[in-house]
């Protein structure tokens, strides 16, 4: 396959968000999980990825599908379709929030890996074949307020280097 990467200067002033990235990302690893789905960074909000208000993707959101999807909803949704999903961030107050509604709502906990690392900044999401990686955070202002550079890379080696990187930094969750 030929490698694809697109890098995205978002904000206020470039008039761009990360989220419509995020949300194709998402949906593309829900349709064909890989075996491990991994989110880290350093600070973790339960933002909005997906408005599905006119239920155009009800037919893969499950029998009760959510208007608005949060980032939990979908990575739920990965881990339940087979995936393990492995959550790296610090262990600050903040991103309790998120952590303690995917641990509610992922009913297979051998599909769910929270690791609390007081050390994490980088920013990435890395699913089967593909990345999405740079300044942001996933949160409300990283998605939308802040100046980030985001760069999404699919069938590039740097995902699958990702991949047995984190499976080596945390590897009591691997």
């Not at 999903?85 to 599909?111: E, I, S, Y």
């Not at 999404?152 to 984190?166: E, G, T």
Request: hydrophobic share 40%; glycine share 6%.
């Amino acid at each position: 396959m030929t490698r694809l990467e697109r890098t995205v200067r978002t904000g206020n002033r470039m008039g761009l968000r990360a989220d419509s990235i995020l949300s194709t990302a998402l949906l593309a690893e829900l349709i064909h999980p890989g075996p491990k789905l991994w989110l880290v960074s350093g600070w973790i909000t339960d933002v909005e990825v997906l408005d599905n208000r006119h239920g155009t993707l009800d037919g893969l959101l499950g029998d009760d599908p959510p208007a608005m999807c949060q980032l939990s909803d979908l990575l739920n949704l990965i881990a339940a379709a087979g995936a393990q999903l492995h959550v790296v961030t610090r262990p600050d107050q903040h991103n309790h929030a998120f952590v303690n509604r995917l641990r509610a709502a992922v009913a297979d906990k051998r599909h769910l890996y929270i690791t609390f690392d007081p050390k994490v900044h980088e920013k990435t999401l890395c699913g089967r074949n593909w990345m999405l990686t740079g300044s942001m955070n996933f949160t409300i202002s990283g998605l939308g307020d802040n100046e980030e550079s985001v760069t999404y890379r699919v069938d590039d080696p740097a995902v699958a280097q990702a991949q047995l990187d984190f499976a080596e930094r945390w590897k009591e969750q691997a």
